[in-house]
């Protein structure tokens, strides 16, 4: 396996040419083997995947929340279903890219993504900490951005298949982060620790 953080991986996003991945920023291409993946999405084929409606705005992604649920109309955060055994492993994985314990990792949130869908410049909600994602069935482009308008930062990333990465640090705190429009259909998992709990 081998894994990537800021120092290694420059790449371009940006008229300025060339941009360092931001401070805190780790990636790992092969975080699952293939038929790790194969089963994984054997068993998100079965979740039952919910809208995602941010004021007043129905999203093209679908999400399915564990361990802990956000909820974008009240900005807090509730107790939600156990993850599932099949998470228990991905969850190892991720909390092995991050260093952290895995119990920290309590919330899970898994997302469909058909063509066409993408998610908008944002920092994760406050009240998550660690981020840790794992990408499967197709690539994206994983931007950053540090400052406002024309003049700020910017990297970005392709998240391969079976990729993990974590924003912690600098990574997670200062810089937001998007995915323009995939053009096949993805899944991702993403982990999160939660400040406070």
Same mark, same amino acid.
């Given at each position: 396996m081998r894994r990537t953080s800021r120092q290694d991986t420059p790449d371009l996003f940006s008229p300025a040419g060339a941009q360092a991945l931001p401070e805190g920023f780790r990636y790992e291409r092969d975080l699952l083997t293939v038929d790790e993946a194969r089963a !994984? !999405?054997?068993? +998100?084929?079965?979740l039952e995947f919910h809208a995602v409606e941010m004021y007043g705005v129905v999203a093209r992604r679908r999400v399915i929340q564990f361990g802990w649920k956000y909820g974008f109309d009240r900005a807090g955060l509730t107790p939600g279903p156990d993850l599932p055994p099949f998470l228990l492993m991905p969850r190892d994985r991720a909390a092995a890219l991050a260093g952290v314990a895995t119990e920290a990792l309590s919330e899970? !949130?898994? =997302?469909?993504?058909? &063509?066409?869908a993408a998610i908008g410049w944002h920092r994760d909600a &406050?009240?998550?900490?660690?981020?840790?994602?794992?990408s499967l069935l197709s690539p994206c482009r994983l931007r950053f951005r540090?400052?406002?308008?024309r003049g700020s930062?910017? %990297? %970005? +990333? =392709?998240?391969?298949?079976?990729s993990g990465y974590a924003l912690a640090g600098p990574a997670r705190s200062e810089w937001q982060h998007s995915i323009p429009d995939v053009d096949a259909l993805r899944y991702s998992i993403t982990f999160r620790t939660v400040r406070g709990r």
């Open positions: !994984l !999405l054997a068993e +998100i084929g079965g899970a !949130l898994v =997302t469909e993504y058909p &063509p066409g &406050p009240g998550f900490g660690i981020v840790v994602g794992i540090r400052g406002p308008g930062e910017r %990297a %970005a +990333i =392709t998240l391969e298949p079976r």
